[in-house]
């Protein structure tokens, strides 16, 4: 059974996050760009995809001008590291699913908020959005279960650990971050029925 597409519910809460605002916006880690181009479609603000995945990129890019947003769009090799970007040059960073596997998320964070212009904003963590059906969640986090399973009980663990609320913390806390809020219950174990609504960093600068 195919599942709905996600990246459409975690675009429509970005745009919600994002209260109006333009300008540039980064789909962090943004794989083969499904946020950043869920993103286009409902703005009309400049996205740019930044990714280590060269390929990725390349299909990012290739999606993107096809659904006409050739003048829209643009990518950037890197990783949230080190990000090739000015201090102060965009007004919104999204990253869905990327924190994750940063080496440093700590250091990533750091680099999100340096990037941000004054007034911008970032929501960087993990979700299938607001919207998305009841009947797909369950379906989805019940795949989600069993793939982890089969990885047995430390890889449930690490997976825990890395979308609890207390990891945000404490990677908001030692990022300097002045102000900051943290959306979604991931710290419940996964046969709970809060864990499939996500865990997001938001803050602004």
Known sequence: MDLPDYYETVARDVADFAAGAE??????????????????????????FVDPDSAALREALESGREA???????????????????????????????????RDPIQGVREVYRILRPGGRAMIGGGLGSAYPKWARKEFMRRRR?????????????????????????????????????????DAPLDDPRADLGIWLQFSK
């Open 23 to 48: 300008g540039i916006w980064v789909d962090l880690g943004c794989g083969e760009g499904g946020v950043g181009l869920a993103l286009a479609r409902r703005c009309q603000a400049f996205v740019l």
């Open 68 to 102: 006409g947003f050739a003048r829209r769009i643009g990518a950037l090799a890197g990783c949230a590291e080190q990000m090739p970007l000015a201090s102060e040059s965009v007004d919104l960073v999204v990253s869905r699913g990327s924190i994750f596997f940063w």
């Open 146 to 186: 069993e793939s982890i399973a089969r990885e047995g009980p430390q890889a449930l663990a690490r997976f825990e650990e890395k979308r609890s609320p207390k990891t945000f913390r404490h990677i908001a806390t030692e990022a300097g971050l002045p102000a900051f809020h943290i959306v979604g219950e991931s």
